[in-house]
């Protein structure tokens, strides 16, 4: 759309054209935002997606290794103890 200049300050030209677009530029905001909101979103599903990944790798690990023997485990280098720490740098 285009805005007629009559001859009023800078200013006044800046308004009117502001007023004359203000649909688009409530538009591009908009996209903006939602642009944002949708990064974010995404983010946030990735982050969970890979947090759900490393518990079910924790807990295999750990019902692993607590379905073994001690004899099993100590053939292996591990004491009982010692699973859950295995299991969380497993998941990491």
Known sequence: ???EHTGAGPQDFIQSAY?????????N???LMASALSG???AWRRAKSERRAAQTTFKKVRDELN????????DIGIKRGMIDAIAREAAV
């Open 40 to 42: 974010r979103l995404q």
């Open 29 to 31: 905001l908009l996209i």
């Open 1 to 3: 759309m285009k805005t």
């Open 19 to 27: 007023t004359n677009n203000r649909a688009a530029v409530e538009a």
């Open 67 to 74: 379905g073994m023997t001690d004899r099993d485990l100590a």
